[in-house]
């Protein structure tokens, strides 16, 4: 199992616990996330309680440099981008995470 949870195992987990036709699960966390990335283009932010907030913020811009070319000065326009912070119930939960597994690559999560 990969470190990473995807929109598959996703999908997995709400078969296993519902058992509503996996294509209605597909299409339902399909259609959630395409709200989301929607909202968040519109500049909204999206609030999941006790989970997190998304927020749409600008990142000014600013001079950069090329590592090949040093000397060569960039200017990175301003962008918008989406931070997530998190809830009070998942600040919890990172709370009693075994940072020494989590620095070696090892969630403690069982396989699938």
């Given at each position: 199992?990969?470190?990473n949870?995807?929109k598959?195992e996703?999908v997995?987990?709400?078969?296993?616990?519902?058992?509503?036709?996996?294509k209605?699960?597909?299409?339902?966390?399909?259609?959630?996330?395409?709200?989301i990335q929607?909202a968040?283009?519109?500049?909204?932010?999206?609030?999941?309680?006790?989970?997190?907030?998304?927020?749409?913020?600008?990142?000014?811009?600013?001079?950069?440099?090329?590592?090949?070319?040093?000397?060569?000065?960039?200017?990175?326009?301003?962008r918008?981008?989406?931070?997530?912070?998190?809830?009070?119930?998942?600040?919890?939960?990172?709370?009693?995470?075994?940072?020494?597994?989590l620095q070696t690559?090892?969630?403690?999560?069982?396989?699938?």
């Amino acid at each position: 199992m990969s470190t990473n949870l995807t929109k598959r195992e996703i999908v997995l987990e709400i078969y296993k616990k519902t058992s509503f036709p996996q294509k209605q699960v597909v299409e339902t966390v399909q259609l959630t996330l395409d709200i989301i990335q929607k909202a968040l283009a519109d500049g909204r932010n999206v609030e999941l309680r006790n989970f997190g907030v998304l927020e749409v913020q600008v990142r000014k811009a600013r001079i950069g440099r090329n590592p090949n070319k040093p000397e060569a000065e960039v200017v990175i326009p301003q962008r918008a981008v989406v931070k997530f912070k998190s809830g009070k119930i998942l600040k919890q939960q990172l709370k009693k995470l075994d940072l020494a597994k989590l620095q070696t690559g090892q969630t403690g999560q069982p396989g699938p």
